[in-house]
């Protein structure tokens, strides 16, 4: 197989996930398992988040000294990825991914508002985009992430709406010039999961030349989906 990023992007509650495993079991190298987010109930079998790499997406992100939501958010972090204290940490994280030998993956939600920072160190990444329904993800969203009272209380609905858009926005500008990308609906995925299945692991097989085996790989993602 090619040495190559697989970067998975996709709103909060919409799959990433279980399509993150998807790819794990098809044959990438997520990252040592035992530093990445611990299970729970809201992802009983993995968020495949792997923590250096989230404390380094926490740490741009407090660099920015603003909000996700600030016109010159982007501006930001692309001038952040110069900084030679940051460039060298995120070269760093990289190269400790590649040393595995294998196509390599990463996924966290914050991924897909800070590609423009990103970018300078994964160019031409695979990219795997998840997309549910967002009313679906909102309610997810707010059970964990928002007490009850507070629930009460806010229009959650709205809130996630606006994030909803602002996040599939920022992806689909970073895909404008990535074209190597795959889109798989949640839904879709549920429905059918041998379908959706064998067309992410044709994706995957072809943009990083994996020869052989592809019944193997698919019989193990499958095991992932549990409808």
């Keep these: 197989m090619r040495l190559r990023p697989i970067i998975v992007l996709g709103v909060e509650r919409s799959g990433t996930s ?9 044959g990438a190298h997520p990252g040592d398992l035992s530093r990445h987010v611990a299970t729970d109930d809201h992802n009983p079998q ?16 407090v660099a920015t000294q603003t909000s996700l939501w600030h016109p010159d958010f982007k501006g930001r972090m692309e001038r952040l990825a110069l900084d030679p204290h940051f460039s060298a940490r995120a070269a760093a994280l990289v190269a400790e991914m590649e040393a595995s030998g294998q196509p390599w993956l990463w996924k966290d939600p914050l991924m897909s508002l800070q590609m423009p920072f990103w970018e ?17 993800s909102g309610r997810s969203f707010a059970r964990m992430n928002f007490s009850e009272a507070l629930r009460r209380r806010i229009r959650t ?11 599939m926005l920022a992806i689909l500008e970073y895909l404008d010039h990535n074209p190597e ?11 059918d999961p041998a379908g959706q299945v064998a067309r992410l ?5 072809d943009r990083l ?13 499958n ?3 549990q409808p």
């Design 181 to 191: 990308h795959l889109f798989i609906r949640y839904e879709r995925l549920l429905a």
């Design 46 to 61: 993995g968020y495949f988040e792997y923590l250096p790499m989230q404390t380094l997406l926490h740490d741009v992100l």
């Design 18 to 26: 279980v399509v993150s495993d998807l790819i794990h079991r098809w």
């Design 120 to 136: 300078r160190f994964v160019p031409a990444p695979v990219c795997v985009v998840t997309v549910r329904n967002p009313n679906d």
């Design 157 to 167: 609905d709205a809130y996630f709406g606006f994030r909803w858009q602002f996040t």
């Design 223 to 225: 095991a992932a989906v």
């Design 209 to 221: 030349a994996a020869e052989g085996g592809a019944e193997e790989r698919r019989a193990l993602m």
């Design 201 to 205: 692991c044709r994706f995957l097989d």
